[in-house]
């Protein structure tokens, strides 16, 4: 039986469309069928390995998926390499005969920009592995130099296909949504620094290293070659697969807090959310195989990012209505997908607040994912979260107990939930040996500790030395987890009111300035603001008048819902002042990196007030001196015929 002859970019799209839609084992069959056919072909089997491990963070399976991306970048660099050497023979060859080659050098530059797209996407992909598998030692001489260097690559062969399809399409702009390049955003270094002061351990590594230099520069397209008369179909799709790095990379830089980008020795680098949004939408709209991968980053931004970051006025914000049009298109291609239908779940939980619909699609998306258990683990998760949203503790537990026992994600996190909800329902013995086994699993982690882990860690030292003796305790942390998460805006009125009764409950003086932080919180949910602004104060007051350890975030938060109490009322100096203290008035404390970024969120909102202010104000004295002009010309008038 012949096999079925398919094109490479249909390869890519087909295996894509089999993952969307669940059959990861016909995927794997497909990609491993044609992964030596070419260089986009192998990508494609690395790209699934790269997925699996990131889902499953497995040890073995993370680092199969650095080799495989390791060895699509030599297969991009050999065949560059060939190619150039079999065109110079070929010509020389030609040349001896007195012909000139027939060579389709449309061909020749979709083949070049391909690569260039595959190499960029690799360094992008091994950076991931190298931050997530935690290589210390890599951190500066690999992670953040692939990352330079994706970069990079992204911008130049963004801008090159974008100058060639805004002169095949005249509606480029239009299209796309603006001229991303004038945005582009620079790097700290120079584009054409080779880094002289990076590390480089040892000779393979550094003739690894000139290797990919000389097959990079081999892909370097220039302005005579840009213009070799692609199809436009082909720049469409190239340039949707080269805006999808190009904006994913940019969105996640605008999230990062200052302090990160500090680190990774970016100078005046944020990542600009328009042109991000932007390109990833044309990338949606393309025939590239990323396209499905595209309308999931922008559900999570509209649905995740959004609510949690606390976007708002002065943000780039994605409609209620274009989400919905997303989930609609993919779910009609899509009809087991249990990724999109994660997503249905997060629009009715996040932008609906419907959290009976939400359950059922994440109990559909479970469902569909029950043969591939990090999806369904996703689902469950999300499942937990909306019973802890309901105060259904004990649901609520049966779903963080599978996560104790089944996820690789921030197990101790999982326990420690365990340990409050049942606290909550009076289980305190239970409550304080889950307390201990997540410390276990903490002691044992031989990798350094993420934010959450760290946040885990210092709750349940508190709680070894201070066992919980009352479910009020219990309660009182899970309606912290449901302010940090923000959740708190889902709640019925009924379940905010028995939230407000378990902190009214709590005296002990060591969880008062998070009482009151919680209380304020709850009271604004309730649409009462003046109760909620007296007990941000109460909480300021108590946690800079005491010697206070615990829960120090507790008066960043005060800081930041006072911030905007004020900006609500128009008071923007006080808002400024309360923002302000919160950026930058206190150090190490919980999650951190994540509060900064919702400062940084509000800060840009009062930013865009106080500009909207200044021009109505500027309008407002424009008009007034126009009016006053045409009072002093009336009077002169009337003047001259008095006299």
Same mark, same amino acid.
């Given at each position: ?204 590594? /550094? ?7 000389? #097959? $990079? +520069?081999?892909? =370097?397209? %220039?302005? @005579? ?44 680098? /944020? ?7 932007? #390109? $990833? +939408?044309?990338? =949606?709209? %393309?025939? @590239? ?60 939980? %996040? ?62 996190? %999982? ?229």
């Amino acid at each position: 039986m012949n096999r079925e002859y398919l094109s490479d970019v249909e390869v890519s799209c087909r295996g894509i469309d089999l993952i969307v839609n669940n059959d990861w084992d016909g995927c794997e069959k497909l990609f491993t069928q044609y992964k030596n056919n070419s260089p986009l072909t192998n990508y494609c089997y690395s790209f699934f390995s790269f997925m699996k491990a990131i889902l499953t963070f497995e040890d073995h399976l993370l680092e199969t998926a650095h080799k495989n991306i390791e060895n699509t970048q030599k297969l991009c660099t050999e065949s560059t390499k060939m190619f150039s050497s079999f065109k110079k023979a070929f010509k020389l060859s030609s040349n001896s005969n007195n012909k000139t080659p027939d060579i389709p050098k449309e061909k020749v530059l979709e083949d070049k920009f391909t690569k260039a797209i595959i190499l960029a996407d690799c360094k992008l992909y091994l950076a991931i592995l190298t931050f997530v598998r935690q290589i210390a030692s890599s951190y500066l001489t690999s992670g953040l130099l692939q990352i330079r260097t994706s970069w990079k690559s992204y911008a130049k062969i963004q801008r090159q296909l974008y100058g060639l399809y805004k002169q095949l399409e005249p509606n480029a702009e239009q299209i796309y949504g603006s001229d991303p390049n004038s945005s582009v955003l620079q790097l700290w270094m120079d584009e054409n620094d080779e880094s002289e002061s990076d590390s480089k351990p040892n000779n393979s590594e /550094e003739k690894s290293d000139d290797q990919m230099s000389e #097959a $990079i +520069n081999e892909l =370097s397209v %220039s302005d @005579d070659e840009v213009g070799a008369g692609m199809p436009l179909e082909t720049v469409k799709r190239l340039l949707g697969a080269v805006s999808f790095g190009y904006g994913l990379f940019q969105i996640c830089l605008s999230f990062m807090p200052p302090k990160v980008l500090k680190l990774i020795k970016v100078f005046g680098f /944020e990542g600009d959310r328009s042109v991000a949004l932007k #390109a $990833i +939408n044309f990338t =949606s709209n %393309s025939k @590239d195989m990323r396209a499905p991968f595209a309308d999931m980053i922008l559900l999570w931004y509209s649905t995740q990012a959004t609510p949690l970051f606390g976007l708002s006025e002065g943000d780039v914000l994605i409609s209620n209505e274009d989400t919905k049009s997303i989930l609609d298109k993919n779910l009609s291609k899509y009809q087991k997908s249990s990724l999109f239908y994660y997503f249905k779940g997060k629009y009715y939980r %996040s932008l609906l607040k419907d959290l009976d619909a939400a359950l059922s699609f994440y109990e559909q998306a479970a469902e569909y994912s029950n043969h591939i258990r990090e999806i369904e683990l996703i689902s469950i998760y999300e499942i937990g979260w909306i019973y802890l949203t309901n105060l259904e503790y004990e649901k609520a537990l049966s779903k963080f107990l599978i996560m104790h026992k089944d996820s690789k994600w921030s197990r101790s996190f %999982s326990t420690y939930i365990c340990a409050i909800l049942s606290a909550s329902m009076s289980n305190l013995n239970q409550a304080n040996q889950y307390v201990k086994e997540a410390l276990k699993i903490i002691a044992a982690n031989t990798k350094k500790l993420n934010a959450i882990e760290l946040f885990t860690q210092k709750r349940c030292e508190f709680l070894k030395k201070n066992p919980i003796k009352s479910k009020s305790v219990g309660q009182l942390f899970v309606i912290e987890l449901l302010y940090l998460w923000v959740c708190l805006p889902y709640s019925t009125k009924k379940n905010l009111q028995q939230m407000i009764k378990a902190c009214d409950e709590i005296n002990d003086k060591n969880l008062l300035v998070i009482k009151c932080l919680l209380e304020g919180s709850l009271h604004l949910s309730l649409q009462d603001q003046d109760f909620g602004e007296q007990c941000f104060n109460e909480c300021l007051a108590r946690g800079e008048s005491e010697k206070f350890t615990f829960g120090k975030y507790a008066l960043v938060c005060a800081n930041l819902e006072l911030g905007l109490i004020s900006m609500n009322k128009s008071d923007l100096a006080n808002a400024k002042s309360y923002l302000n203290k919160a950026q930058s008035g206190y150090k190490e404390y919980e999650l951190e990196e994540r509060i900064q970024t919702v400062v940084k969120s509000s800060q840009r909102r009062l930013k865009f007030k106080m500009d909207n202010e200044k021009k109505n104000n500027a309008l407002k004295d424009k008009n007034d001196a126009e009016e006053q002009e045409k009072i002093n010309k009336q009077n002169e008038i009337k003047n001259f015929y008095i006299s």
